[in-house]
Every structure is written in structure tokens, then in C-alpha cells.
């Protein structure tokens, strides 16, 4: 049964007139069309159409650029989120989303033509399923800010294929290879190494801890800053802020570790640049470098710092650690990201 057509034009017996109803920048406004005895049902609805045609017209005309949009998120909005989104955020504004769409109304982003641009892009899904988030984030700013109206958001309408899978599979090591790594690693690589596959650390973690984070009278290890080009800021998530437990083992080592580092004060860092003078940790690319020599020596191939985190996920699985455990030692928010991005079965 086909539907009746909902009418654009209303009554308004009261005043003897047609009238409608356009929302102009998110807000209910009326419009008069004419006189009860003057106009239809169906020459009102046809002049209530025109109407509205004529006003979203006028909304594109005014609708602030992609570019206007960026520039006021990033003042307002960007600077609340953690520096390494920000640095981010930023570079894939002025890298991929300014140059193509940057002088277009943001009213005028269409779900297939952001799709099919970001099909076309040389970049792994995983990347362009942060460029559409980031689309995705203009746009909500926009209507929040009130420079456009307030309806669906026409990115959440965009798919971006194989976004959640991994072209590489991450590096886990195993007992053997992680032995043969720490031989030639020298100091402190070999320290930084050791905490980051007993504690999954994050390097960013990692790099920001001090001497004031050990609790060596209650074998804990306060994980509460993350540092990213070398700017503190807090911890990835809330969860991820907590105190670990170290063993003695562990406490020896690191007992050594300070007894050897030029600056062993609370406030110092616990694994100070010789180049910055202690001023500053050590670096992510000094640290990385430090990795990859001492690969090479072992003969194990190209290591990255977040392979120590899988690891440690991989050990906790083959001892058989129940994974709503693994959750908690991991500090992730939720079990899906543990399952199904961290670890794997490990061989030797």
C-alpha cells in the first residue's frame, strides 16, 4: 500500500495562513507561505519545497570550508587530547585531509566520494581508517560549534575496508631469542629491555618513569606518565595508570642499574640522555637504534619496541595465565584488544 505523502505545508487556522517549519544552523524556524484562501494544499507544499530548496542553497553558500573547520578544532578541541594525538592529528590534516578537501564546505562532504578517495590512497587500511575518523571528528566539531546544522553525520555513512587487520604480524621472541638479544645489548638498553618484557611497558612508559616511581620497599613500580618527543604527558588511558609489581630479581637489577647511572635522585630520570646531561630520558630513536645493533648482533632481524609488549602477552598465554588476567597485566580498557591484537602462540 503506497504511503500517503506527508505535506510540507501546515494550517495555521488560527492566523488564516500556510506555514513551515526549516531548521536553519540546528534551530526550528517558521516561515509564512500565504494566505488560507489563497493558496492549496498542493500549491502551499509546492512553495514550501521551493522554499526549502532556496534556503539549503543558501546554507551551502554560507557553510564554513573543511579548512576554517580544521584550524578552529585544532585551536579549541585538539589541545584537550594527549600530545601524541595531537601531533598526529596534525600531521594527517596537513599531509592527506587540507590538500584534497580543505577549501570545500563542510556541508558538501559526501559519503562516496570520501570513500572512494580514501580507497585510492597508498596508505595501510589501518591509517586510512584514521583519516576517516579524524573527517569524522571535523564533522562532529562543526555541529557542536553550530557552524553547520545538527543531523546524521555523513562520514559515519563511509567504510573502510580491512582497517581492523594487520598487514604484518606483530614480533613476538621467544625465551631463546630474547636471551641471545640481551647478550648484546648494552647498558641500559638491556635494563630498558628486561622491564619492558617482564611489564609489557609501553616505550612512551617506559621512557618517563624516575627513580621517585620505585617503591622498593613494597616491590612496586608506579606507572603514571607516558613521554612522547620527549613531552610528559599522562598515561594512554586511565586503566593504563598503575602500580606493578616487581620481583626481587628484578629490584636487583634495577638496584645495579642505579648504582651505575650518573643520576640516581628521586626526581631523576631512571634512564637519563648522556647527551641531554640528564636533563632529558633517553630517547625513542637513541633507545630504538640501541635495538637494532644489538638484532643485528643476534641475528634475529629488525626489532621494533612494541615487540616486547606482544611478547610479554605471548609469555603470560603459553604459562597458561587466564585472560582476564592477561587484561589486567596488559592494563587494557577492553579484552577484545588483548585477544585480538597482542601476542601469539610462541614456539621454543
Known amino acids: 500500500m503506497k504511503r500517503a505523502r506527508k505535506p510540507k505545508a501546515i494550517r495555521n487556522e488560527a492566523r488564516g495562513t500556510w506555514v513551515c517549519f526549516p531548521v536553519i544552523n540546528g534551530k526550528r524556524t517558521t516561515r509564512k507561505l500565504g494566505n488560507l484562501n489563497e493558496l492549496s494544499q498542493q500549491q502551499a507544499d509546492h512553495k514550501a519545497e521551493d522554499m526549502l530548496r532556496k534556503l539549503k542553497r543558501q546554507t551551502e553558500r554560507n557553510s564554513p570550508t573543511i579548512l576554517w573547520v580544521a584550524e578552529q578544532y585544532q585551536i579549541e578541541s585538539l589541545p584537550k587530547l594527549r600530545h601524541s594525538t595531537q601531533r598526529v592529528a596534525s600531521l594527517w590534516l596537513k599531509k592527506h585531509i587540507l590538500p584534497k578537501w580543505g577549501q570545500q564546505p563542510i556541508s558538501e562532504l559526501q559519503p562516496r566520494t570520501v570513500e572512494l578517495w580514501l580507497e585510492s590512497l597508498p596508505l595501510a587500511p589501518k591509517t586510512r581508517g584514521h583519516l576517516r575518523e579524524l573527517l569524522h571528528r571535523l564533522v562532529d566539531y562543526a555541529m557542536w560549534r553550530g557552524a553547520i546544522a545538527v543531523a546524521i ?85 586511565e586503566g593504563s595508570r598503575k602500580a606493578m609489581s616487581l620481583d626481587s630479581e628484578l629490584l636487583a637489577v634495577l638496584s645495579v642499574w642505579k648504582q651505575d647511572s650518573e643520576f640516581r635522585d628521586a626526581g631523576d630520570w631512571l634512564f637519563p ?48 595465565t587466564a585472560i582476564t588476567v592477561q587484561q589486567k597485566l596488559m592494563r587494557h580498557s577492553d579484552i577484545q584488544t588483548t585477544l585480538n591484537i597482542y601476542g601469539d602462540v610462541i614456539f621454543g
Open 153 to 237: 553525520n555523513p562520514i559515519s555513512l563511509v567504510t573502510v575496508r580491512g582497517c581492523s587487520k594487520r598487514r604484518k604480524q606483530p614480533r613476538n621472541l621467544t625465551p631463546a631469542e630474547f636471551y641471545t638479544l640481551s647478550k648484546h645489548l648494552r647498558e641500559p638498553f638491556k635494563t630498558m629491555a628486561l622491564l619492558q618484557v617482564c611489564l609489557g611497558l609501553r616505550v612512551s612508559e617506559l621512557l618517563a618513569l624516575r627513580w621517585q616511581d620505585v617503591d622498593w620497599m613494597g616491590g612496586r613500580l608506579n606507572v603514571e606518565h607516558g613521554i612522547v618527543n620527549q613531552r610528559l604527558d599522562a598515561v594512554k588511558t
Open 273 to 320: 640522555s648522556p647527551v641531554k646531561l640528564g636533563r632529558l630520558p633517553y630517547s625513542y630513536t637513541g633507545y630504538w637504534r640501541g635495538l637494532q645493533e644489538a638484532a643485528a648482533l643476534a641475528g634475529i632481524g629488525v626489532l621494533g619496541t612494541h615487540a616486547f609488549r606482544h611478547t610479554y602477552r605471548s609469555w603470560l598465554d603459553a604459562v597458561g
